[in-house]
C-alpha cells in the first residue's frame, strides 16, 4: 500500500514526508494505521549520527489501530488500539527471563534496519527504505511485530499515548522495574526531561519520602514540582550535592541521572547515600570517574538501565491504568505538532520548548 | 599493660617493633592476646599515604585468645579464640539493617585514631597512638569492642584465621552476600591476590558454570586454576576480552574486578554480557570511562563493595566451617613471618611475592 | 521509685492500678515516663492464657518522654521523645542481619517475664512483677533496654504513637517490608482491625493499583475506603472470593490475613492469582487447608510475619515522616481512654467499638 | 502419518499399545521421533483420577530427535536433540516476566488435551486422542510447540534426557530457582524420589552447608548421600524433628517437601528455623495445620512450586552442562525400560522399585 512517511535520506538531512510503499504484514506482524507518534531523543541521534543505515524511517514511539492482521497473530485484532515498542527477539535467555530490552539482538533489532526475518517492509520504488525499532512510525502506517506491538485500553486518548512506548516507560520503568524503592527512602533525578519527569511521577507512585529534581531550567523545575518533586534545585543557582546531601540527611538512597552530562553525572554519585544506586539513563559520553572515592569507598553503584528494564506487553498496560486514575498526569509533558511540522518539533525538543513532541498523523 | 607493638612513626616510614602501653579494656571491650595477624594493602596504605594520624598501630586481621573482659560484656568469654575485623557503630540504618561495612561512621572508626568512645588504648610515654580499624593488631595485645570481635571455632588453626577479618571476607563475600550468583551463570576476577582467589574459591562455592581468572602471574594462575577457576587467562599473552565473550558465549554474568587498573577495569566492563554486574574492589584511581557504551547501552552496573559487604560474626564463622570441610581452603594463599620479619612481610606483599603474608604473634 | 501501674495479679483477672515499685535503669536501659501506651490483641492474649508468668504488668505499645539514662547509653538522652517495641538480642544472626522480630530469644525476652539480665525492674512488696516486652507499658513509668526504645521526632503528638510500636508496625511492615507490592499490583487484606487497617495505609503507599479490603462491620469497611481501599466488600453480604477474582482479573497479587478465622484464610489463599502471596498476621488456630489446590497447583505462598519484619530504630521514625506528611493517617484509628478506663478499653477493643483504644497516662 | 502410542482408553486402565495417526506439525510446531521418555507421577494420575479427558496418549518427559519442522519454527532444525516440557502460553503476565509454570492457561494448555490452538494431532480412526502436557511423548513420535521443546547437548545421551522435563526440573528448580539458598544455610529434603534426590543435588550446587535428606527406605537414603545430603535420616527410625534442630543450631533455613504426606509436611514445618522458608511440590491433601504455632510465630513461609519455576529453554541445558561437569549426576536415578515394559514401569515406580523409570521407544 501507498502510505506517507517522513523519510531521512541521508546523515543529518531534515525529514522530508514522502509517498512510500509499504509492504503487507507477514507472520506474526501487524498493519497499524498510525494515530501519534511521540518523538524522541533517539530520533535525533539516528537522523544525525548514523547508527542505522540511510535512507530511513525513523519513529519509535508511535500508538494507533490494527487495521490488519497477519497469519498466527493470536493476540491482537484488527480495531485494537496499540502502542508500538522496541522490538525484541522473545528466544533469548534475557527475553525469556522478563528481560527483553537487554535482548541479545537488541541492536540488531532496533538498529539494524531491517525486520525480525531480515527483509524490510518499506520501499522508495526500487530503493528499500531501513526500519526503526521494528516501527517507523514516522508515516501515516507501519508494520510492525506483534511481539512489540501493546494493545491498550480504548477510554483513553490514543494520540497521547506513543511515548509509552519508549521516552515515558524509560523513565518510568527505571523507578519501578529497576531501583524499586524501598519504603521511606529518597531519590534525586537529575535532567527533568522526558524521562526525567517520568522517573518522578514514578517515584511518587512508588511513596518515596523525598524527591529531588535537579535542572537548570526554572519552568522544567515547577513542573517536576507538580508532579510529585519534593524539593527542586536548579543546578545553576545552588550547590546541589550540599543541598541534597542535607535534606537527605547523608544523600539520597537512589538518583536517575537522565542528563548524559559529566559533570552532572558526578554530582549525582556524590550526593548518593553510602549503599546507594545512581540508574545511568541518559547517553553520556566518556568521562573521568574516581572509582574508589566515588563508587566504591562508600558501596556505591552505578546501574545502566534501558527502556526502563520493561516488558512493554505487562508495563505500559500498567502505566495507562495510573493515568486513567489520575496519578501518572504524563500528558503534562506532551505538546503536540501536526506531522509535516515534524522538523519544528524536533527543533523545539533540542530547544527545551518542548518535552515531548507528538505528532498527530490522523 | 606493657606490649611489643609495631609502630608507624610517621608517614611512610618503616614498623619499629618498641614496648608500648596498652589500656585494659572499657565497657563492651575485650583484650586478645594476638596469635598471629595478616598484612593486608590498606596497611600499606595507612603507612605511606597519612589515610590516619600518626603515630599509629596499624593491623587489622588479627586473630588471637580473649585474655580479659571489660564490663557488660556478654558475647565473648576468656579464652574465646576471636578473630577480629572492622569497626561499625551497630546503631545506624545500615548497621541496624545487616550491612555494616557501609556504616555512616565507617571512615571515623576504623581510619580516625580513636576507639568508639573517642580515646586511645594504646600510648608511647605520653604520646598516643592511634588506633587502626579498632583494633591495631600488629602488636603483642590489643583492645576492642565486642562488636568487631568474632568468636571462632577452636578446632582450626588460629593463626590462619586473621585474614578473615578482611581481605578473604572482601573477595568471599562480595561473591557470596553482594553479587549472589543465579545458577549456571559465570563469573570473571581480575586480579589473583589474596582478594581475588578469595572471590575464585567463592564462586565455586557458589556452583558457578565458568570461573575465569585474569592476571598476569602465571604462579597466580595456576594457584586460581587448583582454587576453582575453570578458564585462566594470562593478560599479558591474550586477548583477554576476546577470550571471555567467546568462552561465555557473550561474556560473563559477574565480574569481580580487584586490580584498580584503569584498563583493566576496562576490560572487565566489556567482558561482560548485557544485564552483566561488575564488583569493584580494588583501590582504583580517576579514570576515564565510556559511560554510554560500556555501561548503559547494554544494561550493565559497576558495584563498589566493601569488605565483602559481609557481617563480620555471621560470615566468619561460616566461612570457617567450609574450610574445615575443605571447601574454603584459603590457608593456601598463607605465608608466615615471624613478628620482626613484618617490614620484609610487606615488601614480599608489594612485589608479589607472598599472596597473603600473616605475621605470627605467639 | 513508686509508680502506678495496671497489674495483672493472675490469669484472667481484671488489671487493677495498684503503687508498685520500678528499679533504676541498669547498662544500656533508660528510665521512660510513660505518656500513653496502646492496647493490644496480645496484652488480652496474655492478661488470659498465661503466656507469660503473673503477676504481671503488661503494655507493649507504650511512648514517653525519657527521664533517666543508664550507664552506657549513647543513642539516647534526657528528653528525647521516644517509642518502645519489642525487645531482641541484637546478637543473633537474624538480629544481626536486619531480622529482630525473628531473634532466636524473640518468646524468652518478650515473654519470659525478666529483662535481658534475667531480673526484673518491678517489684510489689516483695513480689517481682514480670516484665512484658521488655517494657510493661501499663504504668507511668518504665525501664527498658536502649535497643528497644525508638527516639522520635518531637513535632508530633507523642500520646498517638506507642501503637507504632506493634499493632500498626505490624500492619505497615507486612506491606512495606516483607511483601513489597511490585508495581501496578493488587493486594486483598482481610480484616480490618488495627493492624489490616495499617496495612491498607502501607498498601496505598507502596502504590498498589487495587486495594481490596474484606470486614464484617460497615463502619470500618468506610474506614478502610477513607484509608485508601480501592474496593470494600462485606463478607457477611458478598462472595468475596469471586468479586476479588473478578475485579482483578484472577486473583490479587498480595494479601494480608489479619483476622485468624479458619474460613477467611481459606478465602484469602482462595483469591490469590497464580504465584500469589498471602501475608498471615492473624492469631490462626489449627485448621484445615488444601496443600495442593489452594497452594501448590498454582504455586502461591503463606508467609508467617511477626511484627511486620520490622527493625522498629529504623522503621518507626519513617512512619513518623509519613504520618506527619498526611500519608499515613493512622490517627483515625486511635481512641483514647484514661489509664484507669483500662478495663473498659479492653472491653471496648473486644467488642469492636475501639479499633485501636491507647490509654493516657500523663 | 502413522505411529505406536500407548493410549490410555479409560479411567484407570493399563496401557495398550497400539498404532495411532499422527498429524503433521502446524505453524510453530515440530514433529519429533521420541527416543525415549520417563515416566512420572502424574502420569499415573491422569492414568487413574481422570484429570484429562480419555482417550489419551499420556507421557510428558519426552526426548528426542526433531524430523520435521512446521512454518515459522526459527528457534530449531531438523536433526536437533531436544527435551521436551511443559506446554504454556507465551503471551500471559507470568510468562512475560519469566514464569511460565504459573501460566494463566497453565492446566488448559498441560491438562486440556488439546494443543494451543484447540485442535488435536493424535487419532484413532475416527476418535480424537487428548494430548498431555503439550506433548504425549508415550509414544514413536509426537508434535509439539517449539515453545516447549528445548533443543539439548548433542554429546550428552539422550535417553537419559526426558525427565529433565519435568520431574527432575521441579526438584533441581525449587532449589536453584525459587529458594536459591543464602551461603552457608542447611537444607532438609523429605522424600528420596526423583524430585526430592534432584533438590539433593540441586543443594550441593547451591554450597548448601548442611543437607538433610529424609526418607524410609534405606536403599534411597545412601543414593541421598552418594549424590550430596550431609545428614540421612530415616523417618521410621529416629526422631526427625529433634535431629534436625539439633544438628542445625535451631532448625533448617529451607525445606523441600515432595512426599505428600501430611505428618510429613507438618514435620518439615517444625524441623524449620525462624524466617525458615519450606518449598511444597509433593501432591498434598487436605491437611491440617497450626497456623499460627507452625507458621506465623516465627516467620516461616509454605512456598508452593510447580516444575521447579523455571523457563524450560533456559534451565535445561544448564542442567546438561552440569550432568556434563559431573555435577548433576542424575543418571543414577533413573532405570531404563522397553517400551513394551510400560505397565511394569508404573508398577515399579509406584512400588519404590524404580526412582526414575525411562522408557526407550528407539
Ligand atoms: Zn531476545
Ligand atoms: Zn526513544
Ligand atoms: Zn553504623
Ligand atoms: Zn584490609
Ligand atoms: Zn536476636
Ligand atoms: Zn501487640
Ligand atoms: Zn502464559
Ligand atoms: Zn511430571
New interface residues.
Given amino acids: 500500500m501507498k502510505i506517507q512517511a517522513a523519510v531521512t535520506p541521508a546523515q543529518g538531512e531534515d525529514f522530508t514526508i514522502e509517498k512510500v510503499t509499504l509492504a503487507p504484514p507477514k ?2 506482524e501487524v498493519l497499524v494505521r498510525v494515530v501519534a507518534t511521540g518523538v524522541c531523543h533517539t530520533d535525533a541521534v539516528a537522523r544525525d549520527l548514523g547508527i542505522s543505515p540511510y535512507p530511513i524511517v525513523l519513529g519509535h514511539e508511535g500508538s494507533g489501530i490494527v487495521e490488519q492482521i497477519g ?2 497473530v ?2 491482537l485484532e484488527v480495531g485494537d488500539h496499540v502502542v508500538m515498542s522496541f522490538a525484541h527477539c ?2 533469548c ?2 527475553c ?4 527483553p ?4 539482538r ?1 541492536n540488531e533489532l532496533n538498529f539494524g534496519g531491517r525486520m525480525e526475518d531480515g527483509t524490510c517492509r518499506l520501499h522508495q520504488g526500487d530503493t528499500e527504505l531501513s526500519t526503526f525499532f521494528g516501527q517507523s512510525s514516522f508515516g501515516t502506517h507501519v508494520v510492525a511485530h506483534e511481539r512489540n506491538v501493546v494493545k491498550v485500553d480504548k477510554d483513553v486518548d490514543l494520540a497521547l499515548l506513543g511515548p509509552l512506548g519508549c521516552g515515558i516507560q524509560t523513565g518510568a520503568g527505571t523507578v ?2 529497576r531501583l ?1 524503592p ?3 527512602t529518597s531519590i534525586a533525578v537529575y535532567g527533568c526531561g522526558a524521562v526525567g519527569l517520568s522517573a518522578i511521577m ?1 517515584a511518587k ?3 518515596c ?1 523525598q524527591i529531588f529534581a535537579i535542572d537548570v531550567h526554572e519552568s522544567r523545575l515547577q513542573l517536576a514540582g507538580e508532579l510529585g518533586a519534593t524539593h527542586v534545585l536548579n543546578g545553576k543557582e545552588v550547590d546541589v550535592v550540599k543541598e541534597i546531601k542535607e535534606a537527605s540527611m ?1 544523600g539520597t538512597h537512589y538518583a536517575v541521572e537522565s542528563t ?1 552530562v559529566p559533570p552532572v ?1 558526578r554530582q549525582c554519585l556524590h550526593a548518593l547515600r ?2 546507594g544506586q545512581a540508574a ?13 572515592n566515588d ?12 527502556e526502563g ?1 520493561s ?1 512493554p ?3 505500559i498496560p ?1 502505566l495507562v ?2 493515568f486513567k ?1 489520575g ?1 501518572f498526569p504524563f500528558d503534562k509533558l506532551v505538546k503536540f505538532y501536526r506531522f509535516d511540522q515534524i522538523n519544528q518539533a524536533f527543533e523545539d525538543s533540542a530547544n527545551g520548548i518542548a518535552v515531548k513532541p507528538v505528532l498527530r498523523l490522523a
Fill in positions: 507472520l506474526n497469519e498466527n493470536t493476540s522473545g528466544q535467555e534475557n525469556l527471563t522478563g528481560h530490552t537487554v535482548c541479545s537488541f519501578l522495574n524499586k524501598a519504603f521511606g514514578a507512585i512508588a511513596g519520602q547523608g548524559g553525572v553510602p549503599l545511568i539513563v541518559g547517553v553520556t559520553p566518556e568521562m573521568n570517574i574516581d572509582v574508589h563508587l566504591m569507598a562508600e558501596g556505591k553503584s552505578m546501574i545502566g538501565v534501558i528494564d516488558v506487553r505487562v508495563f500498567k491504568e495510573f486514575a496519578k
